[in-house]
């Protein structure tokens, strides 16, 4: 809406002219500067997963001018001193030397390294948001189904890249993935011995999943990132209850130019933070980790925070080994690996489903539930992210255990207790809570804010003074409904008391013009 | 709904675009209504333009955008000119040793300006606006739907689907195979496991004519009795060809030279299949490297508590009890190793693994000596 | 009054001991300069060794009898006993403050603040060393380190010693409270007399299964990775521990940045 002067708009127009002579875009270029987008801070959260994608896929072209996905041996004469004259695969080579003698390639490789965590953990976040809010209600379980696929082949993805480099702890990795395929029943040794190629870890297990790695699994992320984006962009983003907004409505501001803005800082902002971690932590030396012997090991092995919970389940299951004589075997490793990674993908796809049937709630929703409002679905949702927490701690409990002096075994067991105990305890304070915080907004509707003033009234009780929301109707009474959004607990947020200051070193605010209603309050004459 | 919202459009007034009075902003404005949106609060962000407030957030708005500039000058000066190359050993005193951080910590920065840059623009600069677009949601209209069917319909009948069942059936027939000799190719990935899981480097029949394999370390030197002290532990290969790579990923073992006290224990608790073969020398133990769980070395040895410990999992063994786990999630000892020296004076393996190393798998045999212990 | 007594009690042992010990070199003095009288030269100096002996029976009588027993034979379920363990091993153990350790637990905790000085614990293993010989640091060991093998000792570090302190040397933990201790800030001579001697858990790496060249090439590459080289790869490392650490600093630093970012771009509507 900037006024620009004659000349620059004619061009404008002249060139847009063109554009549309051939192509058509007066229309749909409209439709797409006009749309309608909710405000909102956790709405920005898969976007932190989108950029990221975005930056792994240029970081990643990079370390692949560089890397040979190769199981050749080979004798390593680069600079890393500590390496020298030790045989290694040419895998292990290039990626030393990627991060050694490439001009900015361990930055790079830091680079990929960081966003993929970020990519992962910022899918967390967004699957949160988007359950705990009720998100995935119809008509968008479509989406919620494919965020969830999005994530467990950005699981996968995420693995064999930490795998390539073929070092002493991805080596440590592809060991125990094949300790989990072979338990699996039936096709357990066969479909071990087509990954490796035969036995473990054979020359061709690196080659194999570099494909995977930097083609078909991209592949597919770009593929359902790219329908994941356009479902809602076609469906609408959700937004919260609040005055004036509906079912059947969005309330917000317009694509262009303030989201798209918005979004490109935040794209650069992401990116930014991300280029600055790869800068100041190191990130998977691979250099102090040697190349991978069957032989070695090292203390505090650990997958990366993603595949760490799964790592927990492992550490935590009893040692429950069926055998049907002669012939057969269900490895321990089986129900953790195989069965918990198979209802951890299962469960959350049917998951909108499930609810669905159990609520009989077949309605479209495109207002969003606050947690509190949904007290079993939140407590549910409590209780798996403590069933993951503890997991993902577990996985890590030998370092737990090291630095914090803490016994190893105590750690295991109280790893297998608390995932036990511990998400049913979760489930009941969380509805507790949730239904704790639901009556506190039934009472401030019903009775009003509560003003901190106390009185004594002829008899000598004494009471708080109740500010009421809404004018007394023609009963006297000041009860209003609840809309499902925010209500206020503080009189400085209905105008009777002055609000807080903001800004972030000095007040940005002019002083507030309500100090009389203040003082009106505060002397008890309302 | 959408019937609804279509039906509150045509009812408006449309303006005559053909009129030469419109302002450009009710041109806009009749874009936005075609597209349902109706414009709830819309103001300049400054009331009056070009005041002080404004001048001076767009000067904080072009300032960010030149420290990023400066900062992306750094980054690529460092880029080119800092000192790179790994040359051994440095400190912090070292500037190679700062070359990620100083092109991490600009580039970053870099970025960061131009986003804060962009994104006060967008919150400090434009207007405050707030609209309201209608969704048009649950499905097409009526009419839409109708068409639609008639026209699938059309083309079915085209076609002849429901006329010409046998053609159907016989495509699908065809269809059947035709996917199978889709997928048939990744067949090639397949290969028989045979004894991968059973045989290992210490087969003497395979690996070394029969012969008995000798013991050696990484670097190829033959273990003696004389080459460990009670107390100490080394991981020994097969002395075959290639016996300590990666080729041989089941026969990695455990030399465990036990104090007296300790082997005597051993002695006293050995399964009888170990017994049979007279699996341990003197106070020598020999155990696979491969934990039973995962297949993790089990390698740390705590020579106090006799335990050896996995780090991936935690599975702990008890040393002086045939290596049997004693916690965490491994169900099944570490094999022994039978071992004895010979007329040289070295070690050798009298045989191969009793049972299967490493991790179980799905058609892992169920060995009854095993279930004698 | 009982504590006094038993003071006076323990001085009077400790007196004793000493009576004895005094008594047993002068019988074996004497018979030493009868029999060997061409030796008298070297008298000045055996007498220099006899007494830092004397002054580390000193010590382990006040400091370590309560738990390695008399004359370091060890008392079941509270000490080991020290004949045969060397100069080395108690040099490692009471200079890294490990012994005189301050209660019975799973794992003798190392202590920047050790109970001896350098001097009495070279005293306390030369009474050690005196009881039954053992293993002893080799006096060249700073040549050895010199002219390491920084590659072959990482070789050897992975294989024998990475599995419990860890690719990077930080540590580990062991079974029930044990730990293997990290590596970082310790001495060449500490690495040394570890492997030599096996203190605690550790398994022994005696010179027949680790050659003193190459446990030298082992100090090389530790030295090298733990205390020379500084990490390239940024200004924080991360403890190097590996994922658990990484996994927490993308929530707590960059999860957490952009969190406050979408509150600062959006706002709470």
């Excluded at chain 2, 991981?235 to 455990?254: E, K």
């Excluded at chain 3, 790869?233 to 707590?252: H, M, Q």
Aim: hydrophobic content about 45%; proline content about 6%; overall charge negative.
């Amino acid at each position: 809406m900037k006024r620009r002067n004659g000349s620059s708009d004619s061009l404008l127009t002249k060139a847009g002219g063109e554009l549309d002579d051939r192509f058509k875009l007066a229309g749909p270029a409209r439709v797409l500067f006009n749309k309608v987008f909710p405000d909102h801070w956790s709405f920005l959260l898969g976007e932190i997963a989108l950029f990221s994608f975005i930056l792994l896929l240029l970081s990643g072209t990079f370390l692949a001018l560089f890397f040979e996905p190769s199981m050749v041996e080979v004798t390593y004469h680069g600079a890393y001193v500590p390496l020298q004259g030790i045989e290694m695969s040419r895998a292990y080579e290039s990626a030393l030397d990627l991060s050694f003698e490439v001009r900015g390639g361990l930055f790079m490789r830091q680079m990929h390294h960081w966003a993929t965590l970020l990519f992962m953990a910022s899918i967390l976040i967004h699957m949160l948001r988007i359950f705990f809010t009720g998100a995935f209600r119809a008509p968008r379980e479509t989406n919620w189904m494919i965020g969830i696929l999005l994530f467990w082949v950005g699981f996968f993805e995420g693995f064999f890249g930490y795998s390539l480099p073929d070092d002493g702890l991805s080596g440590t990795g592809l060991r125990i993935m094949e300790g989990m395929t072979a338990s699996v029943p039936f096709i357990g040794p066969w479909a071990s011995a087509a990954l490796f190629r035969g036995q473990f870890p054979g020359t061709d297990v690196i080659s194999m999943i570099y494909i995977i790695h930097v083609f078909i699994f991209p592949l597919i992320l770009l593929a359902l990132i790219t329908v994941h984006v356009a479902l809602v962009f076609i469906q609408k983003h959700t937004q919260w209850p609040g005055p004036g907004r509906t079912e059947h409505n969005v309330v917000g501001f317009r694509m262009f130019p303030n989201y798209v803005m918005k979004q490109v800082g935040f794209m650069l902002f992401i990116w930014g933070v991300i280029a600055a971690m790869a800068g100041l932590f190191q990130i998977n030396p691979i250099w102090l980790f040697g190349p991978y012997e069957v032989s070695v090991v090292s203390s505090a092995s650990q997958p990366d925070f993603y595949v760490m919970y799964l790592d927990g389940l492992i550490r935590l299951f009893p040692a429950w080994e069926f055998r049907v004589p002669p012939y057969f075997t269900l490895p321990a490793v089986f129900w953790p690996a195989i069965a918990g990674m198979g209802l951890s993908v299962l469960l959350p796809l049917v998951y909108p489903a499930l609810e669905r049937r159990f609520t009989k709630d077949r309605g479209h929703h495109n207002l969003l539930q606050r947690p509190r409002d949904n007290p079993g679905r939140t407590s549910l949702g409590v209780m798996v992210v403590v069933f993951w927490t503890v997991g993902a701690v577990s996985g890590g409990n030998d370092v737990f255990a090291e630095k914090f002096d803490i016994s190893l075994n105590a750690m295991t067991w109280a790893g297998r207790i608390g995932i036990v105990i511990l998400p049913i305890i979760a489930y009941y304070l969380t509805y507790r809570i949730c239904l704790g915080l639901q009556q506190h907004d039934r009472e401030v509707l019903a009775h009003g804010l509560e003003t901190g003033i106390l009185m004594r009234d002829p008899n000598g009780r004494f009471y708080e003074v109740h500010q009421p929301l809404a004018e007394p109707d023609e009963h006297g009474h000041t009860e209003l409904e609840y809309n499902g959004w925010v209500v206020p607990k503080k009189m400085n947020r209905v105008g009777a008391l002055p609000p807080t200051d903001r800004g972030f070193f000095k007040s940005i605010e002019e002083p507030s013009e309500n100090g009389a209603a203040r003082d009106e309050i505060e002397s008890g004459k309302h | 709904m959408s019937a609804h919202t279509d039906s509150a459009r045509d009812e408006g007034a449309a303006v005559d675009l053909s009129d030469p009075k419109l302002t450009r902003f009710e041109v806009y404005k009749e874009g936005l209504r075609r597209d349902d949106i109706e414009i709830i609060h819309y103001e300049p962000r400054f009331a009056k333009p070009g005041t002080k407030a404004e001048k001076r957030m767009e000067r904080i708005v072009a300032g960010l955008f030149l420290l990023s500039g400066l900062f992306a000058t750094l980054f690529v000066v460092a880029f080119i000119w800092w000192p790179w190359e790994y040359e051994g050993a440095a400190t912090w005193r070292d500037p190679q040793t700062w070359y990620t951080p100083v092109i991490g910590f600009t580039l970053g920065f870099s970025l960061l300006f131009f986003a804060v840059g962009v994104l006060t623009w967008a919150k400090k600069l434009l207007p405050i606006e707030e609209l309201v677009q209608d969704r048009h949601d649950g499905g097409s209209s009526k009419e839409d739907r109708r068409i639609a069917e008639s026209t699938v319909d059309t083309i079915v009948d085209d076609m002849g689907l429901r006329r010409r069942p046998f053609l159907v059936k016989s495509a699908l027939l065809a269809a059947a195979p035709l996917g199978l000799a889709a997928v048939a190719p990744l067949g090639a990935l397949i290969k028989d496991p045979a004894d991968m899981y059973t045989v290992t480097g210490w087969n003497a029949e395979r690996y070394n004519d029969g012969e008995p394999i000798r013991l050696m370390m990484k670097d190829g030197a033959l273990v003696r009795p004389d080459m460990v002290s009670a107390g100490g532990q080394i991981t020994v290969y097969p002395a075959i060809d290639h016996g300590a790579t990666n080729q041989f990923p089941t026969a990695p073992t455990l030399l465990i030279h036990l104090r007296e006290a300790d082997a005597a224990k051993l002695r006293e608790n050995l399964y009888p299949m170990y017994q049979d073969v007279d699996a341990i020398w003197g106070n020598f133990v020999a155990y696979s490297k491969i934990c039973t769980h995962v297949g993790c070395p089990a390698s740390l040895y705590e020579q106090q508590s006799q335990r050896l410990l996995c780090p991936c999992h935690q599975s702990q063994f008890n040393v002086v009890d045939n290596a049997a786990p004693v916690f965490g999630p491994a169900t099944r000892h570490l094999p022994m190793l039978p071992i004895t020296v010979d007329d040289e004076g070295y070690f050798v393996a009298t045989s191969d693994f009793l049972v299967p190393p490493g991790p179980a798998f799905w058609n892992r045999p169920s060995l009854p000596e095993e279930d004698e212990k | 009054m009982a504590a006094s007594a038993k003071r006076r009690r323990g001085w009077r042992k400790r007196l004793g001991a000493l009576a004895r010990f005094t008594g047993a070199l002068v019988i074996v003095g004497g018979l030493y300069s009868v029999f060997s009288p061409s030796l008298y030269a070297q008298e000045a100096e055996d007498n220099a060794i006899d007494s830092e002996v004397v002054k580390g029976q000193e010590l382990y009588d006040t400091s370590c009898i309560s738990c390695h027993g008399d004359d370091g034979e060890g008392i079941e379920g509270r000490g080991p006993s020290l004949i045969g363990v060397g100069s080395a091993a108690v040099e490692f153990q009471v200079n890294t403050g490990r012994m005189p350790m301050a209660a019975q637990g799973a794992q003798a905790p190392d202590s920047d603040y050790p109970v001896f000085t350098e001097e009495e614990a070279a005293w306390l293993g030369a009474y050690i060393e005196y009881l039954g010989g053992g293993a002893t640091v080799p006096d060249d060991l700073e040549a050895l380190v010199e002219n390491a093998n920084v590659g072959e000792g990482g070789d050897l570090y992975r294989v024998n010693c990475g599995s419990c302190h860890g690719y990077a040397g930080g540590g580990g933990a062991l079974s029930s409270g044990a730990h293997a201790p990290a590596l970082t800030g310790v001495s060449d001579e500490e690495i040394y007399q570890a492997m030599l001697t096996g203190p605690q858990n550790m398994p022994v790496f005696a010179d027949n299964e680790l050659t003193p060249e190459q446990k030298a090439d082992i100090i090389a590459y530790v030295q090298y990775i733990v205390n020379d080289d500084r990490d390239p790869g940024g200004v924080f490392t991360l403890g190097r521990y590996g994922p658990s650490t990484e996994g927490l600093a993308i929530f707590l630093v960059g999860m957490t940045a952009l969190l406050l970012t979408t509150l600062w771009i959006a706002g709470k509507s």
